[in-house]
C-alpha cells in the first residue's frame, strides 16, 4: 500500500520550534522528490519546501531562513525543521510525493499524507 505518515505537529508558542516528520512508502520515495505543503482556514494549500531525491531543496519566500527540509534515505523519512515559528505558519501542514516542476511552477504529486496541525499560539 502506498502512502505518506506524517507526524510532529502540535501547539508551539511563537517564536518556537517544531520538527515534522513524514515516512513514505519506498515505491513513493527512492528517486522522488517530495515535499511539504500548508493549508490554512480560507486559504489555498501553498508548498512550503521541496526536496529532490539528490537532496537538492527549494523553499517558499515566507519560510526561507526559518525552515529546514532534509531526507533520509535510510528510513524513507522526509522532515521539516521549523524554527521561529510566527502565528501565520498556522496550518495543516501535508506531506507529498512527485512533485514536478512543469510550465514554471511546482506540482504536488499525486500521494499525500493525512495530514498533521501545527498551532502557533501564545
Known amino acids: 500500500q502506498v502512502q505518506l505518515v506524517e507526524s510532529g505537529g502540535g501547539l508551539v508558542q511563537p517564536g518556537g520550534s517544531l520538527r515534522l516528520s513524514c515516512v513514505a512508502s519506498?515505491?513513493?520515495?527512492?528517486?522522488?522528490?517530495l515535499g511539504w505543503y500548508r493549508q490554512s482556514p480560507g486559504k489555498q494549500r501553498e508548498m512550503v519546501a521541496l526536496?529532490?531525491?539528490?537532496?537538492?531543496?527549494v523553499y517558499s519566500d515566507s519560510v526561507k531562513g526559518r525552515f529546514t527540509i532534509y531526507r533520509d534515505n535510510a528510513k524513507n523519512m522526509i522532515h521539516l525543521e521549523m524554527n521561529s515559528l510566527k502565528p501565520e505558519d498556522t496550518a495543516v501542514y501535508y506531506c507529498?510525493?512527485?512533485?514536478?516542476?512543469?510550465?514554471?511552477?511546482?506540482?504536488?504529486?499525486?500521494?499525500w499524507g493525512q495530514g498533521t496541525q501545527v498551532t502557533v499560539s501564545a
Open positions: 507529498n510525493s512527485g512533485v514536478i516542476f512543469n510550465t514554471g511552477i511546482w506540482e504536488a504529486g499525486k500521494y
Open positions: 519506498r515505491s513513493i520515495f527512492d528517486g522522488y522528490r
Open positions: 526536496i529532490a531525491g539528490g537532496g537538492s531543496t
